[in-house]
């Protein structure tokens, strides 16, 4: 079993900055790939980011790549989300996601997570 807790989100003006962090409990072999998530209200989830554990090996969106950044602290089982020059329509709950199988680990398919936290809110005021 996993349990993943997020924290920091927060409001922020657009073009602004924010990081949420993703702390992971639990069996480690059924974390190979973790991601980030977010759900807008009346939008379906979408993917934001994902990075294989063991090779650090990142992918993003389309519509965060080169404003947002998803590191890992292996010590600390934490996962982060840096968010920088944030914009209005980047309001949505935060999820972090952990899955067992690290192949498609780049599709930031949310079919293929096993495990979810509970959600931080970010929201960008413009």
């Known amino acids: 079993q996993v349990q993943l807790v997020e924290s920091g989100g927060g409001s922020v003006q657009a073009g602004g900055s924010l990081r949420v962090s993703c702390a992971a409990s639990?069996?480690?072999?059924?974390?190979?790939?973790m991601g980030w998530f977010r759900q807008a209200p009346g939008k379906e989830r979408e993917g934001v980011a994902s990075?294989?554990?063991?090779?650090?090996?990142?992918y993003y969106a389309d519509s965060v790549k080169g404003r947002f950044s998803i590191s890992q602290d292996y010590a600390k089982n934490t996962v982060y989300l840096q968010m920088n020059s944030l914009k209005p329509e980047d309001t949505a709950m935060y999820y972090c996601?952990?899955?067992?199988?690290?192949?498609?680990?780049?599709?930031?398919?949310?079919?293929?997570?096993?495990?979810w936290g509970q959600g931080t809110q970010v929201t960008v005021s413009s």
């Open positions: 996601a952990a899955a067992t199988n690290w192949r498609g680990c780049g599709s930031l398919d949310s079919r293929l997570y096993d495990y």
């Open positions: 639990g069996h480690s072999a059924s974390r190979n790939c």
């Open positions: 990075i294989y554990i063991s090779a650090g090996s990142t």
